[in-house]
């Protein structure tokens, strides 16, 4: 079992920045990469960024590329998104997740953190 924790998340006016992070915890060792979603109300849960543990290679969704970066420390098992020029769309409950696979498919992702909401206001 691999244990995901996010937080980080807030109330931020437009153009602020947020940094999340996800801690990782138990059998880590399987999963090829990370992954951060967002889900609005009433819509699906879409794929934000993704990042392999062990090339650091990167991949992001077109609404965020040049805005959002992900990173991680792998001595902390431990993964960040920084979020700047925040939008008011960007508004969503932000998860992590671990997959054994380097996919933006959410079907694909075998463990989930909880969430940490991310209100953007105008």
């Known amino acids: 079992q691999v244990q995901l924790v996010e937080s980080g998340g807030g109330l931020v006016q437009a153009g602020d920045s947020l940094r999340l992070s996800c801690a990782a915890s138990?059998?880590?060792?399987?999963?090829?990469?990370m992954g951060w979603f967002r889900q609005a109300p009433g819509k699906e849960r879409d794929f934000v960024a993704l990042?392999?543990?062990?090339?650091?290679?990167?991949y992001y969704a077109d609404s965020v590329k040049g805005r959002f970066t992900i990173s991680r420390d792998n001595a902390k098992n431990t993964v960040y998104l920084q979020m700047n020029s925040l939008k008011p769309e960007d508004t969503a409950v932000y998860y992590c997740?671990?997959?054994?696979?380097?996919?933006?498919?959410?079907?694909?992702?075998?463990?989930w953190g909880q969430g940490t909401q991310v209100t953007v206001s105008s």
């Open positions: 990042i392999r543990w062990s090339s650091g290679t990167t």
């Open positions: 138990g059998r880590t060792l399987g999963n090829n990469a």
């Open positions: 997740a671990a997959s054994r696979f380097s996919t933006v498919r959410p079907d694909s992702y075998d463990y």
